[in-house]
């Protein structure tokens, strides 16, 4: 225990000097010997950064509401009909797409963003959230691992009580693996969030721009005010946390029942 409380004190050092640094004073940032306590708290910082952060936080929470959603009605479609519904080439076809995981996005980037150009995509948030909707590999071997697990006598006593397959589906089988959705969307919402690369290759418009490029930008203005900078960061990390706090027993319980499953 006491090697564990050591090495959570550790890991969280940095979070905590981050948290007081956005509430120092500038010349007391990098001063030596350093502080941790501010010697006047700054809350003014968090004002002056979240008023530059504001467009770009909005176009982050819209992304990630799109990606979080879309993926998870798609993926609880897909895990259901590989897990439950009998069609030829079933087992090929979750091997492919499993398969299709293990190709680096590198490989198909050119070509990706060459098609985007063809159809008017760039410069628009298409690209940062319909191909993440419409391939949602982990997502759909998480939830058919979880499907799998659910008794079969429930879906029985639906048919027999006249339920279609979507409604045995939506009614019956999706409560059942409230777990597994909320690690998947625990786990979309940190990728659309932290999602750098994307707005960088896809985005040209400032006012596009989503919160990790926002943090870019914040850095080349404000290259000398550390504590601005870690104001900026500081509230960029709350939205994940506040997830993270809220979801973190279903997100364990999803990930290790779903391991579980045969």
């Known amino acids: 225990m006491i090697t564990l409380i050591v090495l959570a004190g550790v890991f969280a050092m940095p979070l905590l000097w ?13 001063a030596s010997p350093p502080t941790f306590i501010p010697s006047v708290f700054q809350w003014e910082n968090y004002t002056a950064a979240a008023d530059g952060l504001l467009p770009f936080f909005l176009n982050s929470v819209k992304l990630a509401v ?4 879309g993926l998870l009605f798609f993926a609880s479609l897909a895990g259901y ?27 198909y980037l050119i070509p990706q963003y060459m098609l985007f150009r063809e159809i ?18 982990f997502g759909t071997f998480l939830l058919r ?8 006598e429930l879906e029985e006593a639906a ?6 397959i979507f409604g045995t589906f939506w009614r019956i089988m999706l409560p059942q693996v409230k777990p597994a959705l909320a690690a998947v969307g625990a786990l979309t919402f940190m990728a659309s969030w932290n999602d750098l690369f994307g707005p960088l290759i896809f985005l040209n418009s400032t006012r596009l721009q989503t919160m990790p490029i926002a943090l870019v930008l914040f850095q080349g203005e404000f290259f000398t005010q550390t504590n601005l900078m870690m104001a900026a960061a500081t509230l960029t990390i709350i939205p994940p946390l506040i997830l993270f706090f809220l979801a973190q027993r ?3 319980q999803g990930i290790t029942m779903s391991g579980l499953k045969g």
């Open 120 to 137: 008017g995509w760039i410069d628009t948030h298409f690209p940062l959230w319909v191909p993440n909707v419409l391939t949602p590999v």
């Open 145 to 152: 691992q979880s499907f799998r697990g659910v008794p079969r």
């Open 66 to 69: 799109l990606n979080v959603t």
């Open 159 to 164: 048919k027999l009580d006249g339920a279609s």
């Open 250 to 252: 279903y997100f364990v």
């Open 18 to 30: 981050m948290v007081s640094a956005s509430l120092k004073p500038e010349n007391e940032v990098l």
């Open 81 to 107: 009909g590989f897990a439950r519904l009998n069609f030829v080439g079933k087992n090929i076809a979750f091997a492919l797409l499993l398969a299709t995981a293990m190709i680096p996005s590198m490989v």
